[in-house]
């Protein structure tokens, strides 16, 4: 197997297919990545985000971006009644993660990496695995993905099967610093209060897309009433070490 790692949009990337990807390829993955971070960070300030929230005017996000991910931001925010939200980006640029804007953390990476797919797909790879810190999408023969205990990265809460689809996790360990009084704080922030959220500290999704997935992940910190039209099945997480699992998660749990 060939293995592709780089770094981008701030966390480590790994692109794994049959034979090395060709020279064109991998510039299209990476203009992929630049186009997507152009439009939706909040940690630069050409972005169109960070433009718009500086009060720039006649700006739009992609379209073909924008709908999907507002559409499971809308059925997400219904489900934990307006907890999770893209408006929780000001929270976060309060709490001293990022600049002012609209933030899609919660489910823009995991759709960066199905376009990812989707650029090594439409050039006629046939398997492959994308890996971006924990979200992943794979498709091919199938792969045993293990679930990282959020306490030691040497241990798992279980394990899955993953032949064609993806796998995202969340964990309030994984993005901490300390906020302009001092305290220590995480990036999973309730949209409603302004405040990280407690009880639970990590989370499993299994699901079609990585995009759905992703977004899946973080609402599981603030319910478990996931939307069954998107086809997500779960594990999660408390802070005291309880697990527990929705009733067609298709791996195996150790706890």
């Not at 993955?29 to 929230?53: G, H, M, T």
Request: proline letters at 5%.
């Amino acid at each position: 197997m060939a293995r592709l790692r780089f770094d981008a949009i701030g966390v480590p990337w790994e692109i794994e297919t049959a034979e090395p990807l060709d020279a064109e390829t991998a510039a299209a993955v990476r203009a992929r990545i630049e186009a997507y971070d152009l439009a939706w960070s909040r940690f630069r300030p050409d972005s169109i985000v960070a433009r718009i929230a500086a009060g720039e005017t006649g700006l739009e996000l992609p379209a073909a971006e924008r709908e999907p991910l507002f559409a499971l931001y809308a059925a997400l925010g219904e489900a934990t009644g307006g907890r999770m939200s893209p408006n929780a980006g000001r929270a976060l640029a309060r709490l001293g993660y990022g600049g002012p804007g609209l933030d899609v953390g919660a489910a823009g990476k995991g759709q960066l990496v199905d376009l990812v797919a989707a650029v090594l797909a439409d050039r006629g790879i046939a398997a492959w695995t994308v890996d971006a810190s924990g979200d992943l999408r794979h498709r091919g023969r199938p792969i045993r993905v293990a679930l990282e205990h959020p306490w030691d990265a040497s241990l798992a809460v279980g394990v899955v099967e993953l032949a064609d689809g993806a796998i995202c996790a969340s964990a309030t360990n994984r993005r901490r610093w300390v906020d302009p009084e001092g305290n220590a704080v995480h990036h999973v922030v309730d949209a409603l209060t302004g405040a990280p959220v407690e009880g639970i500290v990590a989370s499993w999704v299994v699901a079609g897309g990585a995009m759905t997935a992703d977004g899946v992940a973080t609402a599981l910190f603030f319910t478990d009433r996931i939307p069954a039209a998107l086809g997500a099945e779960w594990v999660r997480m408390d802070a005291s070490g309880r697990i527990e699992r929705s009733s067609g998660f298709p791996g195996e749990v150790f706890a």
